[in-house]
């Protein structure tokens, strides 16, 4: 089926800027999607999600950037910290499932 | 509430051996799946179950078996292992489907030599 992805595999953020993580999605069906951070040697966490009826979602430090236009989902995570160092997922839903890029390893520089 | 537990955490199995890997939630999820995670990859599903008795394949369940006879508990077995199933295995549940956020578990290493 079809699958979401991410563009980048790696990005290095100076602590306190922001960093934008991006992802493109290609099932223009799909209509829940939902970011993941995962530290080393852990499991996911969730961060945040949105629904297809949203283009734009904010939580405490992040929002989340949804385009259907061009099928692109983005992260955004304002004054980047030392603890964000981590993999992060987007996924999109397939009827009861969610399917995962490959993710997207962020380290923060001091 | 504990969420989402697995067992073992660790585990080294030699070619050909069997096991099975336990998942239980306290949440009284309905749905629950079974991933494996690969380096440089993201989580790719092996079996999932949308409630007590029921199973379902995922992307790549060849030489995986599950079952879900309690909704708090899913299990995974490896009959036969191979060294292609060396990985970390993530046990997640939600409680309803795949438009709410799933729990993910710790995970477990498992090496096969």
């Known amino acids: 089926g079809e699958s979401v992805g991410l563009h980048l595999p790696t990005l290095s953020v100076q602590e306190g800027d922001n960093s934008i993580i991006n992802c493109a999605y290609s099932n223009s069906a799909s209509d829940y999607f939902i970011w993941y951070k995962q530290e080393s040697g852990k499991g996911p966490q969730f961060i945040i999600d949105?629904?297809?009826?949203?283009d734009k979602r904010q939580g405490q430090r992040v929002t989340v950037l949804l385009n259907k236009t061009v099928k692109h989902l983005s992260l955004q995570i304002a004054a980047t910290q030392p603890g964000d160092s981590a993999v992060y997922f987007c996924?999109?839903?397939?009827?009861?499932?969610?399917?995962f890029g490959a993710g997207t390893t962020v380290t923060v520089r001091a | 509430n504990a969420g989402v537990t697995q067992t073992p955490k660790f585990r080294v199995l030699k070619t050909g051996q069997s096991m099975t890997l336990l998942c239980a939630q306290d949440?009284?999820?309905?749905?629950m799946y079974w991933y494996r995670q690969d380096p440089g990859m993201g989580l790719r599903l092996i079996h999932y179950s949308v409630g007590e008795g029921t199973t379902a394949k995922g992307e790549v369940p060849d030489g995986y078996n599950v079952s879900r006879l309690k909704k708090q508990n899913f299990l995974l077995g490896l009959e036969s292992a191979a060294p292609s199933q060396t990985s970390v295995y993530f046990c997640?549940?939600?409680?309803?489907?795949?438009?709410?956020?799933?729990?993910f578990g710790p995970g477990t290493r498992l090496t096969v030599l």
């Open positions: 949440m009284n999820h309905e749905y």
């Open positions: 949105i629904r297809s009826n949203m």
């Open positions: 997640a549940s939600s409680y309803l489907g795949g438009r709410v956020e799933q729990f």
């Open positions: 996924a999109e839903n397939e009827d009861y499932k969610l399917s």
